[in-house]
C-alpha cells in the first residue's frame, strides 16, 4: 500500500530534521510520496501569514501530515501556528509517550507512560480581554463534549495499546465546576471499561507524583494547560525534548511532531538530534497500520543510541544530524 503524506518541514532546525526523518522512514521501505507544503515564520513574507490555507487543505485532502517545529511570531499573526492546526483541523487528542532509551543520560530507567492531552479548549482557546488598563482576564472553557471525547480516546489507546490504568489529572478541589465537569465527564467514560483501572490525582501531587515513583503510572489523561506543563516534566525524566515524539489526533486526521521547538541558532549546522522528528514518524506509522515498520524505526533508533557511537552532541557523542540518521538506517539492513 502507498500513502501520500503532507510534509511541514518547518523553519529553524526543522528542515534539517524533518530530511534526515525522511530518509529513515523512506529507508523502512514503506511507500510515502511526500507532499511538501511551507509554513511558518520564514513565510510571512510570502503569504502574509505563517499558516497559508494550502497548508490545511493539504492535510484535509491527505489526512496524515508530519511536521517540524515552527517559530510562532511575536507579536503579530497566530497566537501558535501549532494551536491554530490543532484548533483548524479539530485536532483534538495529543498524544506523547515517554520512555526510557537506553543511552540516554537519565536517572530512570523504567519508564514507560503517556500523556493524554485534552487539545482544543481550556485556558489554551485564548478567550482572553482586557477589563481595564491593569486587569488583565483569561476564561477557562471546559465543556462535556470535549472532555469526554479526550477521555474516550485515553481509555482506547490503553485498550488497544494493551496498558491497564488511566489517571485523570486535574485541579478539580479548587476549580470546581471546569475542572469538576472535567473528571465528572471522565468517570462517565471510565464506567464503559471496567477491564482498566482508573485513578484521579491532582496536578501538583501529580508532578511530585512523576519525579518519585513514575513508574507507577501508565496513560494519563488530563486538559490542555496540565498537559503540556506534563509532557516537559516527563520529557525531563527520560532526557529531555530531544527524545520527546507527540501526535494530534482528530476523527481521520493526525498531525505527528516533535514536542521541541525550532532552535533556530542550530539552524544549517547540522548539529541537532533527530530522534524527536524520527519517533514522531514512527508514531505515524503505527497510526497508518504499518506496524513492522514502526517497530523497526523504534528498534533501530534505540540500538544506534544503546551504541553511542554515531549519536548527537546531547546525546554524547559527536555526529552529526544526517550521520545519525545513517547509522539508523544502517541498522535497517
Not at 544549517?268 to 522528528?277: D, E, F, M, S
Not at 515498520?293 to 552529526?320: E, P, Q
Request: net charge negative.
Amino acid at each position: 500500500m502507498s500513502y501520500t503524506i503532507t510534509l511541514i518541514p518547518g523553519d529553524g532546525i526543522g528542515p534539517e530534521i524533518t530530511a534526515a526523518m525522511r530518509r529513515v522512514v523512506d529507508a523502512t521501505g514503506v511507500k510515502i510520496e511526500w507532499e511538501t507544503v511551507e509554513a511558518g515564520a520564514d513565510v510571512i513574507e510570502k503569504f502574509g501569514t505563517p499558516l497559508p490555507e494550502s497548508v490545511l487543505e493539504s492535510i484535509r485532502r491527505n489526512k496524515v501530515a508530519i511536521k517540524g517545529p515552527i517559530t510562532t511570531p511575536i507579536g503579530s499573526g497566530f497566537r501558535s501556528v501549532n494551536v491554530a492546526l490543532r484548533k483548524e483541523l479539530n485536532l483534538y487528542a495529543c498524544l506523547r509517550p515517554t520512555f526510557t532509551i537506553p543511552g540516554v543520560k537519565t536517572r530512570f530507567s523504567d519508564i514507560d507512560l503517556v500523556i493524554v492531552r485534552e487539545n482544543t479548549e481550556d485556558l489554551y482557546a485564548g478567550i482572553e480581554r482586557m477589563v481595564d488598563d491593569d486587569t488583565a482576564e483569561s476564561v477557562k472553557l471546559i465543556t462535556r463534549g470535549a472532555s469526554k471525547r479526550v477521555a474516550k480516546f485515553a481509555f482506547e489507546y490503553a485498550r488497544t495499546e494493551g496498558r491497564g490504568k488511566v489517571t485523570a489529572v486535574t485541579k478539580a478541589n479548587i476549580m470546581k465546576f471546569s475542572d469538576g465537569l472535567f473528571l465528572e465527564a471522565t468517570r462517565a467514560v471510565a464506567a464503559d471499561y471496567s477491564a482498566i483501572e482508573y485513578e484521579e490525582r491532582l496536578i501538583d501531587n501529580m508532578c511530585m507524583q512523576l519525579v518519585m515513583k513514575p513508574e507507577l503510572y501508565d496513560v494519563i489523561v488530563t486538559e490542555n494547560l496540565y498537559g503540556d506543563i506534563l509532557s516537559d516534566l516527563c520529557a525531563g525524566l527520560v532526557g529531555g525534548l530531544g527524545v520527546a515524539p507527540g501526535a494530534n489526533i482528530g476523527d481521520g486526521v493526525a498531525v505527528f511532531e516533535p514536542v521541541h521547538g525550532s532552535a533556530p541558532k542550530y539552524a544549517g549546522l547540522n548539529k541537532v538530534n533527530p530522534t524527536a522528528q524520527i519517533l514522531s514518524a514512527q508514531l505515524m506509522l503505527k497510526y497508518l497500520g504499518e506496524t513492522d515498520a514502526a517497530n523497526m524505526l523504534l528498534k533501530a533508533t534505540r540500538a544506534v543510541i544503546a551504541a553511542g557511537t554515531t549519536v548527537t552532541y546531547d546525546l554524547g557523542g559527536s555526529a552529526g544530524t544526517a550521520e545519525m540518521a545513517d547509522a539508523i538506517i544502517d541498522q535497517f539492513e
